[in-house]
């Protein structure tokens, strides 16, 4: 089963930008869609964006339409989320997700649909 590892969170100003890198470690990457999840205090994880295994699909919360944009690298195993204009309701633990069994996009927006998760990483947004 893949492992995933989230970095590139951090602390910016209401307006700035991060890019959010998951690696996925093992041979079968190409075999998961994988999302983008995310928990801030006191609230339950929500859906922010999803990529299909071909990355010929993709799928965005309302919240960050416009805004944020999700993507992958076969050669490199990692999946992206590149944030822009961020707000400071953007605050919150980030979390990336691999599914290996879906057979439609709901599935991308179910958090218990995901079978494998990384650790999370940091964003805080300051006004």
């Known amino acids: 089963q893949v492992q995933l590892v989230e970095s590139g969170g951090g602390s910016v100003q209401a307006g700035g930008s991060l890019r959010l890198s998951c690696a996925a470690s093992?041979?079968?990457?190409?075999?998961?869609?994988m999302g983008w999840f995310r928990q801030a205090p006191g609230k339950e994880r929500e859906f922010v964006a999803a990529?299909?295994?071909?990355?010929?699909?993709?799928y965005h919360a309302d919240s960050v339409k416009g805004r944020f944009t999700i993507s992958r690298d076969s050669v490199k195993n990692t999946m992206y989320l590149q944030m822009n204009n961020l707000k400071p309701e953007d605050t919150a633990v980030y979390y990336c997700?691999?599914?290996?069994?879906?057979?439609?996009?709901?599935?991308?927006?179910?958090?218990?649909?995901?079978?494998?998760w990384g650790q999370g990483t940091q964003v805080t947004v300051s006004s």
């Open positions: 997700g691999g599914l290996s069994t879906y057979s439609d996009s709901n599935y991308f927006v179910r958090e218990n649909s995901y079978n494998v």
């Open positions: 990529i299909s295994r071909s990355a010929r699909n993709t």
């Open positions: 093992g041979p079968t990457f190409s075999n998961y869609a």
